[in-house]
């Protein structure tokens, strides 16, 4: 079972730029990626989404220009740079995988993904 792990949150300022990291357990080239978010009260969104070998992505308009996800299968690690954070950007961020057999596919919703990581906290102060 795929296991993952969100570093890098933090309390930060508005405008200010931050790096999340997402490391897996298990070579990371044979699946899909993404990250979501939930704030407080409201449910988990979908903030970007990488495919297996990282030639494809994709943003919700909220953080398109501003989130850029990568990966690097050789450290079985994903990264999510924020730049120009909000407020509205506080959330605690969570990681995704779902392995992927064929294709360069990437995924939006919660359910399109099969392994979670436990999250990390993004404050931004105003």
């Known amino acids: 079972q795929e296991q993952l792990v969100e570093i890098g949150g933090g309390l930060v300022q508005t405008g200010d730029s931050l790096r999340l990291s997402c490391g897996a357990s298990?070579?990371?080239?044979?699946?899909?990626m993404g990250w979501f978010r939930q704030a407080p009260g409201k449910e988990r969104e979908f903030v970007a989404a990488?495919?297996?070998?990282?030639?494809?992505?994709y943003y919700p308009d909220s953080v398109k220009g501003r989130f850029t996800i990568s990966r690097d299968n050789a450290k079985n690690t994903v990264y999510l740079q924020m730049i120009s954070l909000k407020p509205e950007d506080t959330a605690v961020y969570f990681c995704?995988?779902?392995?992927?057999?064929?294709?360069?596919?990437?995924?939006?919703?919660?359910?399109?993904?099969?392994?979670w990581g436990q999250g990390t906290q993004v404050t931004v102060s105003s």
């Open positions: 995704a995988a779902r392995r992927v057999y064929s294709g360069s596919s990437f995924y939006t919703t919660e359910s399109d993904y099969s392994y």
């Open positions: 298990r070579r990371t080239f044979s699946y899909a």
């Open positions: 990488i495919s297996q070998n990282g030639g494809r992505t």
